[in-house]
Every structure is written in structure tokens, then in C-alpha cells.
């Protein structure tokens, strides 16, 4: 089926003409089809540029290998991209998908995020998809007719509906979306977004010295693929034996992903995204046999390396500095640039907190500590 997209989707694919649509009616000056659009939107926003000095596991300053909130947001849409096109799906969604889950991420990753949502728990709280919807759909301020990025249902939709063992969206942003199911391009998300992090996340471990290759060689889905790439280069160095099985994992987990989630589409007889939304589950998943090897990996990661004790510290020092400055900010307010301190009188001044410290960088966040404490 050809859509406005120019090329091949199956029936089940969003397509941009089909789209529920944007909050404010625009003309536009150009014939580029509506995801492509959103997508193009999503990486000329400041919040995306934003993402290269935010923290996906080693804080910025850690060393300029290290993945960024950027590079990994790029590394999930690539997968995305390619997941898509093998299913027919529609590939701009995907991928601007992919780009924006984590516009809404604090600095200092994780532990960025549970703080703040610790200083807010009587404030409503922060959850990082929550606040990626409120930057698309508020914060960002690019054009003169409305606040926001004007984005069309389904990104902003998928936004809200990102769900990984990190992600899990309870809220009612998310009720205002509906109880069903996002679109395939939104579920895939969740998926690429595993895949890349989990195989990322050992390269840099590698790089850092905190994941010894001895202890890797215990983990069933590593040795598998580090044998593959041995018997079909035998005289490896170390080195290379770990970029191309980190690459021969990351197709490992595309192929179980497109495999399984081709073969219960084609079970479930899905032909539309109306059969997509009366589901009561996803319909782009791992297979029953890949998922305990991928849990044993998890395990691992997070044992090894999300725990080790070096990140440990620098998290301390996360902690520390947002502590800092939010109680910083609640007691002298006048700090905050004025668009904060406009949201402050109508939202409430934890809230306008909260959106500052979130639109923060690792580094503009350790430099302002400094100078303020």
C-alpha cells in the first residue's frame, strides 16, 4: 500500500494522511508528510540539542567515549528505523519516535529523575515521559500562534506511552490518550530503546574497565555471539571481538524482535490500526526463548555495572547538586530565568523548579551548584 509516505506500508502502518491530526491548524509551506514533519520538528528543538550534555550512564565529564541522552537517542532511532522498514511500518514515525523519548530526561540520568521525582512527591511527582510531553507540548516555545512543537496525535501519544522496565506510564497524562495500545511504530519504540541501551551500555562498561571481558564470558548471551564471531575470525584482536559482537548482538536482538512480533501480527490476523488499539497487549515483542537470555543480561548490567560503585559516587554527587538547587530556588526564586518564574505564578513554584532543573544540562547543572552553594 503507498501512502503519503512514498513508500511501501502494510496495512496496519500509520500513515501520515490518516493521522488524527494536531492541537492548532497551521498552513504549511511545503508538501513533507506529517510524521516526517513532527520528526523534523523533534531535532531542530532545544531540548534535543540539549541531549549531548546529558547523562545515559557515565556523567558527561566522564570521558567524551561515553554515550550521551543524544547519542543513545540517536542509536534507538537507527534501530527503530530498521525495525520499521522490515515490518512495513511507517519509518518517520518510528524514528522521531525515537528521537523524542527522552526529551524530558533530567541530567545525571536515572538518578537525576528519582530525585526530582522525590522532591516533587508532593508536587505531582516527575516521571521523565510526563515531562517529554510537557516539552513538546509546552515548553518548547518556537512558534508565534501556540506553545510547543504542535506535534499530530500519534507522536504525542507515543511519547506518553513509552514503556520499558524504566518507563512504566501510570498517569493521567497518559489516560488522556486513551487506555489502548499506541500505534506499532510506538510500541517498537520500547523495544528499540531496550536494544540499544542494553548494547551500548556494555561497549562503554568495556571502555571503562568496569565490565572485565572473564566475567562477560559468563553471561549465555555474550558467549554465544562472542563464539560466532570467533569461528568467523579466528585471529580477532580483543578489541574488535568486542565491537563485533556488540554489533552482532544488537542484530540478534533485531531479528528475534522482527521474527516474533512479524509472526503474531500475522496470528492475531492484524490488518489495521483499529485491530493495533483492540489489543490488550503489544504486539512488538521478544520471543518466549530470547527472553530469559536477555534477562540474564539485564541482571548483569545492572549488578555490575548500574551498581558498581564508581557510578555509585557520581550519583552521590547528582544528588547532591539537585538537592542544591531546588531547595536553592524555592528560597530565592528570583534566580530562575523569567519564563520559570512565569510558570511559577501559574503552576505553582515546585513545578517551574522542576522544569528548570529538568532542562538543565549535566554540566550547566554542576557549574550552577557550585556557584550557588
Not at 548482538?249 to 492484524?270: C, H, K, P, Q, Y
Request: net charge negative; with cysteine.
Amino acid at each position: 500500500m503507498i501512502s503519503s509516505e512514498n513508500y511501501p506500508l502494510a496495512s496496519y502502518a500509520a500513515r501520515s494522511d490518516a493521522s488524527c491530526g494536531r492541537r492548532y491548524p497551521e498552513v504549511f509551506r511545503d508538501s513533507r508528510p506529517a510524521f516526517e514533519r513532527d520528526r523534523d520538528r523533534i531535532v531542530h528543538c532545544a531540548a534535543f540539542r540539549r541531549l549531548e550534555y546529558k547523562t545515559q550512564v557515565f556523567v558527561n565529564h566522564e570521558g567524551d567515549y561515553y554515550r550521551t541522552r543524544l547519542t543513545h537517542s540517536i542509536e534507538v532511532a537507527q534501530i527503530a528505523r530498521g525495525i520499521a522498514r522490515r515490518l512495513q511500518l511507517n519509518q518517520e514515525l518510528a524514528e522521531g519516535l525515537a528521537l523524542a523519548h527522552d526529551l524530558g530526561h533530567t541530567p545525571f540520568g536515572h538518578a537525576g529523575e528519582a530525585t526530582l521525582n522525590r522532591l516533587m512527591s508532593d508536587h505531582g511527582g516527575f516521571e521523565h515521559n510526563r515531562q517529554s510531553l510537557r516539552v513538546v507540548e509546552f515548553l518548547e516555545e518556537r512558534y508565534p500562534e501556540f506553545r510547543g512543537l504542535n506535534l499530530t496525535f500519534e507522536f504525542r501519544e507515543g511519547i506518553i506511552k513509552h514503556n520499558t522496565i524504566y518507563d512504566r506510564p501510570g498517569f493521567a497524562e497518559a489516560e488522556l490518550y486513551g487506555a489502548c495500545p499506541p500505534t506499532l511504530e510506538g510500541q517498537l519504540i520500547n523495544l528499540a530503546d531496550e536494544i540499544a541501551y542494553h548494547n551500548h551500555d556494555l561497549d562503554d562498561g568495556i571502555e571503562s574497565g568496569l565490565l572485565p571481558l572473564d566475567d562477560l564470558e559468563r553471561v549465555r548471551l555474550w558467549a554465544l555471539t562472542a563464539a560466532e564471531v570467533r569461528r568467523r575470525w579466528p585471529n580477532i584482536d580483543q578489541r574488535r571481538l568486542v565491537l563485533r559482537t556488540i554489533s552482532a548482538l544488537i542484530s540478534r536482538f533485531m531479528d528475534d524482535a522482527v521474527l516474533t512480533s512479524g509472526r503474531l501480527l500475522n496470528a492475531e490476523r492484524i490488518d489495521s490500526i483499529d485491530d493495533v488499539r483492540a489489543q490488550e497487549r503489544s504486539l512488538i515483542v521478544f520471543s518466549e526463548q530470547f527472553e530469559p537470555l536477555r534477562d540474564e543480561l539485564r541482571a548483569f548490567l545492572r549488578c555490575n555495572l548500574y551498581e558498581h560503585p564508581k557510578l555509585l559516587q557520581s550519583r552521590d554527587e547528582a544528588v547532591r547538586s539537585i538537592n542544591l538547587l531546588f531547595e536553592t530556588f524555592l528560597n530565592r526564586p528570583q534566580l530562575m530565568p523569567p519564563k520559570y518564574r512565569e510558570i511559577a505564578d501559574k503552576e505553582g513554584l515546585p513545578r517551574a523548579i522542576c522544569d528548570y532543573i529538568a532542562g538543565m544540562t549535566d554540566r550547566f547543572a554542576l557549574e550552577e551548584a557550585r556557584r550557588l552553594g
